[in-house]
Each structure stands twice: as C-alpha cells, then as structure tokens.
Nanobody
Framework: QVQLVESGGGLVQSGGSLRLSCAAS????????IGWFRHAPGKGREGVSC????????YYSDSAKGRFTISKDYAKSTVYLQMSSLKPEDTAVYYC??????????????????WGEGTPVTVSS
C-alpha cells in the first residue's frame, strides 16, 4: 500500500523559511517521480516542483525558482522541499504526490497517481 505523509508545514513570517518533508512507503524513490503541489483557497492546484526518479533533475514552477529546492534522501525514503524567502502568496496546503510514468517536467496534478493528505503553510505579512 502506497502512503505519502507530509510534515513540516506551519505559520511563518514573510521572508522566512520552512522545510517540508514527504515520507514515502510502498514505493521506491528510484522508480517514482515525486512532486510537491499546492492548493490555495480560490485557486487551482499548482505544481510547485517535481524531482526525477533516477537523479536530482527537477522542475520548478516560475513562482518557486530561486526560492525553493527539492531534494530526496533514499535511505529515509523522504523527499524534501526547502522553501526560503516565503511570501504571503505562498500560503496554501502543500501536498506531495507520486507517479512512475512521467518525467519531472510533467509536473501536473492530473498526472499523479498517489497523494498525501497535505500540510498547511501560512505566511504572514
């Protein structure tokens, strides 16, 4: 059974940092693209970043480039999203998702097979 469990969300001031974690079980990271998505009230679900199954190649949305970094720890079967220089518009529920048929550049929510429950991030101004 595939499980993705997010953690690390919370309340942070504008300009601050957070590191989100996605602990995966039932899959191996070298077979699945793992992505971070976010859903803010009144907005669509946005693909923030996706990391390759075979190496560290990654896609970043325009809003994430230069501020967010995705990485993975095979030993811990965990994917991280380090978020810096956070802005109020980054406020959203952040989800991790997995799929074994795509590349990181297919980082769209409709492509992903497995989802976590999400972790909320609130950035205050």
């Amino acid at each position: 059974q595939v499980q993705l469990v997010e953690s690390g969300g919370g309340l942070v001031q504008s300009g601050g940092s957070l590191r989100l974690s996605c602990a995966a079980s039932g899959i191996t990271l070298d077979n699945y693209v793992i992505g971070w998505f976010r859903h803010a009230p009144g907005k669509g679900r946005e693909g923030v970043s996706c990391i390759s199954s075979s190496d560290s190649s990654a896609y970043y949305s325009d809003s994430a480039k230069g501020r967010f970094t995705i990485s993975k720890d095979y030993a811990k079967s965990t994917v991280y999203l380090q978020m810096s220089s956070l802005k109020p518009e980054d406020t959203a529920v952040y989800y991790c998702a997995a799929d074994d048929r795509i590349t990181p550049w297919d980082c769209l929510y409709e492509h992903m097979d497995y989802w976590g429950e999400g972790t909320p991030v609130t950035v205050s101004s």
